[in-house]
């Protein structure tokens, strides 16, 4: 029988930065055949879920959200999140008895570094108060919103030239092909 490898955390004294996001590639500096066995252990987890996720996750699949959708089990760099709203930039990790604390908040670093809010929720919680789990939700999408919006217009302030379009909706602007 082979033995399985476990995830295990380096020690604290070799610990390393965030890892850089690289514009080339699927993003991540993570080896192909890594990120291949994180997909394949993602759809596994999609398949095996806990009641907690099933019951967040039909809730989010009868809820209006408008634009904004969030996905069971989803490959964020080299992390699987329970929930993900790409569009947001929001992971929702359910913490689930017996979870390895020291490496969830390292995951969650990683992920906060590349401007991904992550929300953790107690599994008992959505059990037992569904509602209050989607009020905190709710008001979390609320915040993250927000805060694309400032970040839209702090872009917007400090490049004035990329914010405006140089024709508005009735035509005025510089002429055209006239010289």
């Given at each position: 029988m082979t033995t399985r490898k476990t995830l295990q955390l380096p020690d604290p004294?070799?610990?390393t930065e965030s890892p850089t996001i690289k514009k080339k590639g699927r993003g991540w500096e993570i080896s192909e055949k890594r990120l291949d066995a994180l997909h394949k252990q993602a759809r596994e987890l999609r398949r095996h879920s806990t009641p907690a996720h099933k019951a967040l996750a039909k809730r989010f699949s009868e809820a209006d959200m408008g634009p904004y959708s969030f996905t069971r089990h989803t490959v964020v760099g080299s992390a699987i999140v329970d929930f993900n709203c790409h569009r947001l930039g929001m992971a929702i990790d359910i913490d689930e008895e017996g979870e390895n604390e020291a490496l969830a908040k390292r995951r969650d670093k990683s992920l906060e570094?590349?401007?991904?809010r992550v929300m953790r929720i107690k599994a008992s919680d959505i059990l037992?108060?569904?509602d209050?789990?989607?009020a905190r939700?709710?008001?979390?999408m609320r915040m993250r919103i927000?805060?694309?919006q400032e970040a839209r217009r702090r872009h917007n302030a400090a490049n004035p030239r990329q914010s405006k379009p140089r024709y508005d909706r009735e035509g005025n602007?510089?002429?055209r092909g006239r010289s």
């Open positions: 004294s070799e610990a570094a590349v401007g991904i037992e108060n569904m209050a789990v989607l939700i709710t008001a979390g927000g805060d694309k602007g510089p002429p």
